[in-house]
Structure formats: C-alpha cells, structure tokens
C-alpha cells in the first residue's frame, strides 16, 4: 500500500498501540505530519487502560510538539478513516476504536485478518514502524529532511525499537540512520532518561535471579515486565561473566515474550540464534554480538501450550548447541557421498568496481545481508546474485563462470544494493551501474545434504559461518572442492539441476 491510496478519506484518525512507545510515538507523528500536509483533518491517540508515564516518552512528546492525545475508551465511534500504527487493529494490544474504515500500518508478525481493511502495509522485516513510515514518506517525496523534529521522532523510534541500533541488520532501517536529519541534543536527553527507578530494580532483580548451564556456557534470565530496552541492559552486563558466552534475557507481556540475545563466540551469530529461538513463532535477528526476537503468544499457545516460556528457552538453547557440526572447509571434504549437479542459467548482475569510485578508495557495500567494507582495485569485479547477495571476484573468476553482456540488468530484488564511499559519504544504486550475466551452464559443484545442521567457516568466512539446516545443501565447486557454500533448500532446487 502507498500513503497516496488513503488520501481519499477525509477525516483520519492515527492509533498507537496501547501504552504506546517512542516507536508507535514517533511512526504515528510521521504520518500525522504527512497528512496534515495533504489538507486533512488528522488526530494522533491513543486508548488503553495506562497513560504515558515514561519520563523519556513525555520528553520526546513535550521537545518534539507532538501532539498525541488520550482518547477514552468509551468515547465511541470516531469518522472516516482508522490507521492503527506499529500495532493491528484487532489484535490484543491496542482498543479496538470502531471506525468507517480501517488500515494498519505495522512491522509486527501478521496477526488479523486483513479482509476488512481498506488498506495495509505490514513489513515484518524492519527493526521499526519508523522507518516503514519513513520509506512511506520519501517513496511520496515527503520532504522528511525539512523537519527536525519528525526526524528525530523517527530517528528515536528506531532507536528504541532495536535496543540502541543493536538488534536490527535491515539494510532499511541502517539507510534511516544516517540519511534522516535529527538533533543530536535531544536524544542524549531522551537517553539519559530513560529508566525508572522502578526498572532500576527490576534489573537488579533481574541479575541474582539466571540460570547457569555448564554444558554450553549459557544463562538465561526472566525479567519482570519492563521496557524492552532494559532487557538488552541486562544481557550486555551478563556476558560480561567470564564463564558465560551466550545469554538470553526474556519478559513476558500479554502479547508475548520478547527476548534479548548476545554472545562473545564465534561459534554463537547472535543474530542467528534469536532467529533460531523465535522460528515460526515470531521473529529474531540482529547481529553477530547483539540481537534480539519477539516471540508471538497466540502462536505460541498453539504449540506449546503448557511449556514454561523459561524451559522453552532452554530447551530451545540446548536443541540448537547440539544439533549443529562446526566445519571448517579448509579442512574438509564434501566427496565422496555428494553428487554432481550442474547450476541452471540464471540472470545476475556484474560491475567493475572502479567504474563506481577511483582505485584505492574504501567503500561499504549494503546488501540484504548486511554491510562489506572493500578497497576498490583494479580488475575487481562484484557479482549481484539473483537473491540479492553480493560476491567480490576477479575479471578471470568473472569471465571463467559468467557470460557476460553489456544490457544493463532488470533484476529486481527487495534490498536494492547501494554502494558508499567511506571518505565522501556519496552512495550509489549498484543496480543502476550493473550489466547483464548469465552463469556458464558447465558450473559444476558436488552437493550433500545434509541431516545434520552445520556452521561452516570457510577461507573468507573466517570469522562468521555460513548456518545450514537439516535439508540444505552443502555445496562445493568441483574443480576447487575448498570453494564451499551453503545453499538453502528450495534455493538449491530452484538453482541446481543433476548432472548427466
Ligand atoms: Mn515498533
């Protein structure tokens, strides 16, 4: 949905979820302002049984002028059009406000139905509703740069949201965070208030009350209710125990359990065990220290349905340090039990590296994947893969495995990669500098799957690991068997074919 399609209405009123946070404060600012600028009658509330009482939230309304009201509960029907924001109508966490017509604009798991509505934007890959209403604002040429004050509304949103830019890897929400204009003086204000000395405690509490394993050097924490914020606190003072090296720090609310995630071993992706903790639940990520995760109640109810959310995470953490292999492909071998497969023709992209910024210039890459920092040579080439990854290879490599074109290349990918300098700051689309290649067919790699999970580390994965789940596929490039990836499922199916 496009904010254009719901000009037609009139009159528009914008709920925050209950007990709303500086994301729902700020996301529900955003699109106040925006239609307040198209001539419309416009209201920022929100319901619920609590007033705002964070010290921190009340400075942000009362320094920004944003002018969210309390709406009673039982004040009635309100005209023309209802936008739910960072929430969904109908869900438990926000009051249900009847209206003539209803849209929801959310970054949380789908959790209606969305029959009813005239219109819905639910991203449930960014670390924000801010910076989903941000993209909003600028795909309408919203001039969100022109105004301080939403800027730093938006810009506090997500930094609420992801545990200070901790616990989010979009590409997205990174783009938000150093292209939105904010007053640097205002949110050191806000985040120097950010605790009560109610949460003060709930923290100490917190802390005398962990479960150790031996096994696997982990702890897990339940907090009492508080601000999600406080649960990345708490984790960043856990791990700072020698004998722990990963610890998960939980709450529970009415709508689920929201959980902190860290670790200080190579062999733990913080990111990737949030993920691997909420699964089909709910959703995880972050990054390779620092992440966290939301885990749905209702779908949890479903399955687990007398499970102690602590033993869950036990469970879980135990389940996910035994069921993975640690390979490391420099001293490994995919044959003999792995077949021959050859890879499909399949459109990509290529650019040479210096037709984007001069030789010796450090550039970061940003990909659906994250940030890879390079030093642009000569006859160095990257590599867009239809599933937006980005690879570095030389002209030979290039001109070995690809055919290569000179149209420019239509792909589209839902993380349009861009390239920044360091020194400049100057970003560019790749995609607008890229040409047209198809993979020779004759690429030939073994492949297994596998029946185990495996971290693989490689020769430029050193640090970090490839994961591989149970079905995927381990892959190696025939005449370099030390060139190894891991390759998902059904990307396995759609990419690779046996060979004859
Ligand atoms: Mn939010």
């Not at 399609?5 to 106040?32: F, K, R, V």
């Not at 009482?53 to 209802?82: C, F, H, S, W």
């Not at 800027?151 to 590409?171: H, K, R, V």
């Not at 490689?458 to 490839?466: I, P, Q």
């Amino acid at each position: 949905m496009q904010l254009r399609e719901l000009e037609s209405y009139d009159s528009i009123t914008i709920q925050t979820h209950d007990n709303p946070d500086a994301d729902a404060i700020g996301s529900g600012y955003a699109l106040y302002k925006y239609f307040k600028s198209k001539g419309k009658e416009v209201s920022l509330i929100y319901s619920g049984r609590y007033r705002i009482q964070k010290t921190n939230l009340k400075l942000m309304i009362e320094k920004m002028n944003i002018p969210i009201t309390y709406r009673d509960k039982d004040a009635g029907k309100v005209d023309g059009l209802l936008i739910t924001v960072d929430c969904q109508y109908g869900s438990g966490n926000v009051y249900p406000i009847e209206a003539d017509y209803v849209a929801v604009i959310d970054h949380h798991q789908p959790e209606i139905s969305t029959a009813n509505l005239v219109g819905w934007e639910i991203a449930t890959n960014l670390g924000s509703c801010s910076t989903l209403v941000w993209r909003m604002l600028m795909e309408e040429g919203y001039p969100v740069n022109e105004d301080m004050n939403l800027g730093t509304a938006l810009y506090y949103g997500l930094y609420c949201d992801t545990n200070q830019f901790s616990e989010t890897i979009n590409p997205l929400d990174m783009d938000m965070r150093e292209m939105v204009a904010f007053d640097n003086s205002i949110v050191l204000l806000l985040r120097n208030s950010n605790l009560s000395l109610k949460e003060l405690e709930i923290a100490g509490i917190a802390l005398i009350r962990y479960i150790y394993n031996n096994d696997f050097h982990y702890a897990i924490i339940q907090a009492q209710p508080c601000d999600p914020n406080i649960l990345g606190l708490i984790s960043d003072f856990v791990l700072q125990v020698d004998e722990i090296y990963t610890c998960v720090v939980f709450n529970t609310s009415d709508e689920g359990y929201k959980f902190s995630v860290r670790s200080c071993i190579k062999e733990v992706n913080a990111s990737e065990l949030a993920w691997y903790l909420a699964q089909d639940l709910g959703s995880g990520g972050g990054h390779l220290e620092k992440a966290g995760g939301f885990i749905s109640m209702r779908k949890y109810g479903k399955v687990y349905p007398t499970l102690h959310p602590e033993a869950y995470f036990g469970n879980k953490l135990n389940e996910y340090f035994e069921s993975f292999d640690v390979i490391d492909a420099r001293h490994y071998e995919v044959t003999p039990d792995a077949q021959q497969y050859s890879r499909k023709k399949v459109i990509m992209g290529y650019v040479k590296t210096d037709t984007l910024f001069p030789v010796g210039n450090r550039v970061t890459i940003r990909t659906i994947e994250g940030d890879t920092d390079i030093l642009i040579q000569e006859e160095q080439y990257l590599l867009i893969e239809d599933t937006g990854k980005v690879l570095m290879l030389s002209g030979q490599q290039l001109a070995d495995a690809y055919k290569l074109s000179q149209v420019g290349c239509p792909m589209k990918l839902e993380y349009m990669p861009k390239v920044k300098n360091a020194l400049t700051g100057e970003t560019l689309d790749l995609m607008s500098y890229a040409h047209s290649c198809t993979n020779k067919s004759k690429f030939l790699v073994y492949a297994r799957q596998l029946e185990r999970g495996i971290k693989l580390f490689t020769e430029f994965y050193k640090d970090t690991y490839m994961l591989g789940m149970p079905g995927d596929y381990l892959v190696a490039a025939c005449d370099n068997p030390k060139m190894m990836q891991v390759v998902q499922k059904d990307v396995f199916m759609e990419t690779y074919q046996k060979a004859d």
